[in-house]
């Protein structure tokens, strides 16, 4: 099954942080998509993978979003070696997207760095003819490459190429990121003595809030989501500018 739209990241809740708004909204828009996680985020501090994993399942119900896979990627030891780079063309010839989003070049977590350059170099080996990969069935697969590709932003801060507008979707994604209760602070449905981390602070959604509401202000809108375009963005015509 293909999908539209394929955001690939790192651990479960890193596409919900950044692109939760935009999936959703493309979702009310008709398009399909698809989430990839590259781990199932066991080296976590907090929860575990199994309850990650229905975190993640639920995050996914509440965006709405037709795919999620997991890969066995290891948490917090991601490289980007041929084995990794060869899944992820598997993972792009499958799902065949229009669009990838994914990790930006340089970051906090040396996982998102590593996913970056893992999809960079899938990106462009999914088109060779040459390089043979399988599908699920056992099939050979298709040479495919996506025509566009674009990073989120995470951790660091980065100057948005452009940003997309998420004021209709952004109690989804609010309320998908709240799914991660072992991940996040939401003392009603999730209590521990694991150590706190940046995400389990009280004030750590005031950050996501601030941020979206900062990006929506650049474009005079509520809220948004702020994207890097890897390679130039080129528009077929002005008039797509037009309002
Ligand atoms: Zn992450």
Do not use: N
Not at 6 to 18: M, T
Not at 93 to 106: A, K, S
Not at 137 to 146: A, K
Request: hydrophobic share 40%.
């Amino acid at each position: 099954m293909t999908v539209d739209v394929l955001a690939i990241g790192a651990h479960p809740d890193d596409v919900e942080l950044c692109v939760g708004g935009t999936l959703a909204a493309l979702v009310r828009e008709g398009y399909r998509v698809g989430i990839v996680d590259c781990t199932r985020g066991e080296y976590g501090t907090r929860g575990s993978a199994s309850l990650r994993l229905e975190e993640a399942r639920r995050a996914q119900e509440i965006l709405g979003v037709h795919r999620r896979e997991f890969l066995d990627m290891p948490d917090s030891a991601i490289a980007p070696t041929d084995d990794a780079i060869v899944e992820l063309v598997r993972v792009l010839r499958q799902y065949r997207p229009h669009v990838v989003l994914f990790p930006p070049p340089f970051e906090r977590h040396p996982d998102h760095e590593a996913v970056h350059r893992i999809v960079r170099s899938a990106y462009f080996k999914s088109g060779l003819a040459r390089l043979h990969t399988f599908g699920p069935d056992g099939t050979e697969q298709e040479p495919y490459r996506p025509a566009r590709l674009y990073s989120y932003i995470q951790a660091y801060h980065h100057e948005a190429d452009f940003f997309v507008d998420i004021s209709q979707t952004f109690e989804q994604k609010l309320e998908a990121i709240r799914a991660y209760a072992s991940q996040v602070y939401v003392p009603e449905r999730y209590q521990s003595d694991e150590p706190e981390t940046v995400l389990s602070r009280p004030d750590f959604l005031e950050s996501v809030v601030a941020r979206a509401r900062y990006w929506g202000s650049m474009i005079g809108v509520r809220y948004a989501e702020g994207f890097l375009a890897v390679e130039p963005l080129g528009l077929r015509s002005l008039s797509v500018l037009f309002p």
